[in-house]
């Protein structure tokens, strides 16, 4: 089974650069894999992706040696085997509150006697043999190599971290920042620089780097991605592809609209 990179870089104690697809087409998820990230995460929770093309995503990026993560709409085990099965290398799961839903979560995600999950890696043995190693042994090392994510995004979450991240099997936690705004009745955008939401952030890391557990989280900027590796994320998601399309589409017009004007009044 090929080895999951974003361990390797945990490990020297640096950060994953994480890309985020919300598009559900596999040319925008290729497109997208092929631009430097350590790993890109396909995103059907908020996302317009369904199952179907999820895996043609998945295919997508495959063609590099970008690692494949997917964010699952929730704890359903169903759902979790099924992208496991497709050839995601994690998940990323929303509303972990408790020590026993992140149970839950990692049951459904590992094979016994970790977890209950069913024998069936349909895609996942072909992607994870790789160029170079072989994928029959995917079983005997699923449970290492594939990724189990919470989210940590309520007042109540925060309140469990000690015993959420002292489940075996968790991988690393990821920050929601809209929603943990929200939770602790700030705006999902602008309260990002709230005192209580600031403090929780900071009260997540630290919980996390005692525990030795890697946080993440998603950003909106360059600035702030920055901002939150140097304050001790390890798996911070650049904006999306719906973003980025929209953010280059907007400036590519007003420059030549802008221009336009210009050269109007010059004439």
């Known amino acids: 089974m090929r080895p999951n990179t974003l361990k390797e870089i ?55 040696s970008v690692i494949p993560l997917t964010r699952v709409p929730w704890n359903d085990p169903g759902r ?18 408790t020590a026993e839903a992140e149970e839950k ?24 043999a790789g160029a170079t ?3 029959g042994d995917y079983h005997t090392h699923a449970n290492e190599e594939t990724l189990v994510i919470p989210q940590i995004e309520t007042r109540e979450a925060i309140r469990n971290l000690d015993e959420i991240l002292q489940v075996p099997g968790i991988s690393a936690i990821y920050v929601g920042p809209s929603d943990l705004a929200m939770a602790l009745g700030s705006e999902p955008r602008t309260g990002q620089k709230d005192p209580q939401v600031i403090e929780a952030k900071q009260t997540i890391i630290e919980t996390c780097q005692r525990h030795g557990i890697p946080a993440g989280i998603h950003t909106n900027s360059t600035e702030v991605a920055v901002e939150m590796i140097r304050k001790g994320f390890q798996l911070t998601s650049l904006q999306s592809d719906d973003r980025f399309l929209m953010s280059k589409a907007k400036q590519e017009v007003n420059a030549v609209r802008d221009a336009l004007k210009v050269q109007s009044r010059v004439s």
């Open 10 to 64: 945990w490990a020297r104690g640096e950060a994953v650069l994480n890309g985020w697809c919300s598009i559900p087409s596999s040319f925008s998820a290729e497109v997208m894999a092929h631009q430097g990230f350590d790993s890109i995460t396909i995103d059907m929770q908020h996302g317009m992706v369904g199952y179907q093309v999820a895996v043609t995503m998945l295919q997508a990026i495959s063609t590099t």
């Open 80 to 97: 979790l085997m099924k992208m496991l099965d497709a050839g995601s290398y994690g998940v990323i799961c929303t509303r972990i509150n």
């Open 105 to 128: 979560l990692v049951r459904a995600c590992k094979y016994p006697p970790m977890g209950f999950r069913s024998f069936g890696p349909i895609r996942a043995k072909y992607y994870a």
């Open 133 to 135: 190693h072989g994928g």
